[in-house]
Structure formats: C-alpha cells, structure tokens
C-alpha cells in the first residue's frame, strides 16, 4: 500500500465501545522501588536505567493550564505509548529516535515484577543531552498561536496574512519555538531568540528537521481524514547524533481536528485535551492547584477522543 496507503478503517460499533470500557489497572503514579526516580512529570514518570538509558512509563494522569488534574483518564498512557510507536515506526527513515525496546519482557531482569505498571504503556530509551527548546510546528492558527495573531498580526515574530481567522490554514507551516519551563507555561519565542540561546546553526536544524517531520505527518494523517493542525516535538543529542525523543504525535502534543468537520472561524472539533480545556473553562477554578476532579462523563469522552485518534490514524483498534 505503501507508506500512505489508503485502506479503509471499518469499525464494529458494538466491539469498538466495549473495548473502550473494558476493566484495567489505572496507572496515576507508578512506584517502582528497583530504579532511580530522576523525572515525576505531568504524565510520565522517568527512571534511571544504570547511566545511559531510560525507563519512560507513561501514567493515565492529564493536564490542562499546567495542572495535573484531579481524574485520570483510563489506559490514556497506553494509548500515547503505542502511538508515539506506531510513529516512531513511520518517521524512522527520516529522523533516528532514542527508542531501544517497548517489550517489557525484553526490559532488565529488575523491572519484571512490575509488568502490571510498565505493560504498553513504557519505554526503555537511550538517555539523551536535550535541547531546552520545544520545537512547535504550526500549519494552522489555533491557541496561543491565535492569540498572539490577534494582538500583532505575528505568530513568534513570523508575520502573517492580514484576514486569517481562528482554526485558519496558513499559507505554510511555521516553526515557532518556545522554552521549557520547569513552571508555569512554556513561552513562545522568535527563531532569532532561540538561535541566540542554543546557537544559529542547531536552530537552523531543529527549524528544517521539524517542518520536515510535520510535513509528512501532516500529508499522512490527511489520509487518514486528519488534520494535523500543529504539534511539539523534542530533541536530544545521543553522542553526536541530534535524536527525536520523548512522545511523538499525540493528542497530548498534538492538535488533530478531523477533516470532513473543519470550518475556519471558530473553535474546530478535536481528538485531543482541548475538549477536557474546553470543560474546565466553564468552571469557576482560577487554573491554580489543586486541580479539579472531571465528572464521569467528561472521562469516558476524553478517553473515547483518545482512542478514535489512534484508530484513525493507525488503522487498528486499541483494546485497553
């Protein structure tokens, strides 16, 4: 079929729901007292494997305004493991990833006992020196992007079209920057900005190699009756070797708004958090901690976004 083959994803309804719902172990916070904990995240939990590997586990916690929610969200770390797989997989040819193995029996003898945390949802990876820069791509006006648009006419500086409006296709995808923050939110910065934090000659790089992968994400997911509409990527040095690391292409990283129901002008429907964003913003919470805890219904939807995402862009269902 080749690597955009257009094979038509047939879903039994009956299956497709019962799947969803399906009994499993809940993974809000793994405890894994064999290795060094050295990262507790907003989803994942990393640990040292000896000094040149990692272990990635990836929770069922979610965020919104830099907050860790009060719910989880059933077997979502499952899904973003598997389909930062399914991507890794795609992208190889393109870009070398720090993946060594997702297959817990291939994991070290002292990470078995804990096959109940780390089952399709964890990733030994090589360690990689990162780069203090998410590397954003854009294709369409959504979020902060569109915010900035509205006060300067500007996306990172980069100057746009007069008349776009919010959920706009842009003339071409943009490459816009932003710091990590250990706090707070990451902030967007200018490519001259970033050139002059990590030098001119890796932006340059980091700027060529994320157009490029999102390009052919992009293209892919059409295919598959998906806009891409911007994603985040981050990048570390193995050795020499600039290297795609940490998750690829989710709904967490991720805007994927379906194609047949896109209409510029407004907010568009997605496969992704901005639902859980949309709901918490009709509540009085000031977007500081503790978080809320999400009604029942508003999880299963989310989980529900969550797995029609991966179905849609892998062709294959995800029983949790």
Same mark, same amino acid.
């Given at each position: 079929?080749?690597?955009?083959?257009? %094979?038509?994803?047939?879903? %039994? @309804?009956?299956?497709?729901?019962?799947?969803?719902?399906?009994?499993?172990?809940?993974?809000?916070?793994?405890?894994?007292?064999?290795?060094?904990?050295?990262?507790?995240?907003?989803?994942?939990?990393?640990?040292?494997?000896?000094?040149?590997?990692?272990?990635?586990?990836?929770?069922?916690?979610? &965020?919104?305004?830099?907050?860790?929610?009060?719910?989880?969200?059933?077997?979502?770390?499952?899904?973003?493991?598997?389909?930062?797989?399914?991507?890794?997989?795609?992208?190889?040819?393109?870009?070398? %990833?720090?993946?060594?193995?997702?297959?817990?029996?291939?994991?070290?003898?002292?990470?078995? +006992?804990?096959?109940?945390?780390?089952?399709?949802?964890?990733?030994?990876?090589? @360690?990689?020196?990162?780069?203090?820069?998410?590397?954003?791509?854009?294709?369409? #006006?959504?979020? &902060?992007?569109?915010?900035?648009?509205?006060? $300067?006419?500007?996306?990172? =500086?980069?100057?746009?079209?007069?008349?776009?409006?919010? =959920?706009?296709? #842009?003339?071409?995808?943009?490459?816009?920057?932003?710091?990590?923050?250990?706090?707070?939110?990451?902030? %967007?910065? $200018?490519?001259?900005?970033?050139?002059?934090?990590?030098?001119?000659?890796?932006?340059?790089?980091?700027?060529?190699?994320?157009?490029?992968?999102?390009?052919?994400?992009?293209?892919?997911?059409?295919?598959?009756?998906?806009?891409?509409?911007?994603?985040?990527?981050?990048?570390?040095?193995?050795?020499?070797?600039?290297?795609?690391?940490?998750?690829?292409?989710?709904?967490?990283?991720?805007?994927?708004?379906?194609?047949?129901?896109?209409?510029?002008?407004?907010?568009?429907? &997605?496969?992704?958090?901005?639902?859980? /964003?949309?709901?918490?913003?009709?509540?009085?919470?000031?977007? @500081? +901690?503790?978080?809320?805890?999400? +009604?029942?219904?508003?999880?299963?939807?989310?989980?529900?976004?969550?797995?029609?995402?991966?179905? /849609?862009?892998?062709?294959?269902?995800?029983?949790?």
């Amino acid at each position: 079929m080749g690597l955009f083959g257009r %094979n038509q994803l047939v879903i %039994n @309804r009956a299956t497709w729901y019962a799947s969803y719902f399906t009994p499993m172990q809940t993974v809000f916070q793994t405890n894994i007292p064999a290795l060094p904990l050295v990262a507790h995240g907003k989803v994942r939990d990393v640990y040292a494997v000896g000094e040149d590997k990692l272990l990635l586990v990836a929770t069922d916690r979610i &965020s919104a305004f830099d907050c860790i929610l009060g719910s989880p969200i059933p077997g979502k770390g499952i899904i973003l493991t598997q389909l930062s797989l399914f991507w890794f997989d795609l992208l190889r040819d393109l870009t070398p %990833n720090h993946l060594i193995t997702a297959e817990v029996s291939e994991f070290p003898a002292e990470l078995q +006992p804990y096959r109940d945390q780390l089952d399709r949802r964890s990733m030994l990876v090589k @360690r990689a020196r990162m780069v203090e820069i998410e590397c954003v791509a854009r294709g369409y #006006l959504a979020g &902060s992007g569109w915010k900035e648009y509205r006060q $300067s006419q500007t996306v990172c =500086g980069i100057q746009l079209p007069t008349g776009l409006l919010d =959920g706009s296709r #842009l003339p071409e995808p943009i490459f816009t920057p932003a710091t990590k923050a250990q706090t707070g939110h990451d902030e %967007n910065i $200018s490519f001259e900005r970033t050139a002059g934090i990590i030098g001119a000659d890796l932006a340059t790089h980091l700027r060529d190699l994320t157009l490029g992968i999102y390009s052919t994400a992009a293209a892919y997911a059409l295919t598959r009756g998906i806009l891409l509409a911007d994603t985040k990527f981050e990048f570390g040095f193995i050795g020499d070797e600039l290297t795609l690391a940490d998750e690829v292409l989710t709904p967490d990283s991720s805007r994927f708004w379906p194609a047949d129901g896109y209409r510029p002008g407004g907010a568009q429907p &997605s496969f992704d958090k901005q639902f859980v /964003r949309d709901y918490l913003e009709t509540l009085t919470w000031d977007k @500081r +901690p503790p978080a809320p805890e999400l +009604p029942a219904g508003i999880v299963r939807k989310t989980q529900e976004k969550y797995l029609e995402a991966y179905a /849609r862009l892998t062709g294959r269902e995800l029983t949790l």
